[in-house]
């Protein structure tokens, strides 16, 4: 070793270069650990949409062929039997309020399944805004310590 200054530019060259290194290692790391983290969100989005979907379906299947016998049913037996004067109009406006209900809340339940807010990967973004707050910390902190 020399005395004349210039093995302390190679050893700051080095540790820049280790710098630069540990850097680009880590950020494929981090982009390596970012998709895997997508990936495991957007299944999880994925199911909830195929819950949510099935829900709306069962619910409409419901509405739709269980209920029109029963339907048939309910107005014949409330116009003939309980309502004065063969009022089948009314008791077909009864089943009508009581069926529209159901299909309301089957709806809703489905579609708060499938809404935007429970598909957005917060998850991932969180991650990523402490991602780049570190790697400002890692970019400062090397070019401070050079």
């Given at each position: 070793m020399t005395n004349d200054g210039?093995?302390?530019?190679?050893?700051?060259?080095?540790?820049?270069?280790?710098?630069l290194r540990d850097l680009a290692q880590?950020?494929?790391?981090?982009?390596?650990?970012?998709?895997?983290?997508?990936?495991?969100?957007v299944g999880d989005i994925v199911s909830s949409i195929g819950r949510g979907t099935t829900f709306v379906s069962?619910?409409?299947?419901?509405?739709?062929?269980?209920?029109?016998s029963v339907i048939t049913g309910l107005v014949l037996l409330?116009?003939?039997?309980?309502?004065?004067?063969?009022?089948?109009?009314?008791?077909?406006?009864?089943?009508?309020?009581?069926?529209?209900?159901?299909?309301?809340?089957?709806?809703k339940h489905g579609l708060a399944l499938v809404s935007p807010s429970r598909l957005a990967p917060s998850e991932t973004v969180n991650t990523l805004k402490e991602d780049q707050e570190w790697l400002k910390q890692r970019l400062t902190s090397g070019a401070t310590s050079s």
């Open positions: 210039r093995d302390n530019g190679r050893d700051n060259g080095r540790g820049f270069k280790t710098l880590g950020s494929g790391t981090l982009v390596r650990d970012e998709v895997r983290l997508v990936k495991i969100e069962i619910g409409a299947m419901l509405v739709l062929v269980g209920g029109l409330i116009g003939d039997q309980w309502l004065p004067a063969d009022l089948y109009w009314v008791a077909a406006l009864i089943i009508l309020v009581i069926t529209g209900g159901l299909a309301v809340w089957f709806a």
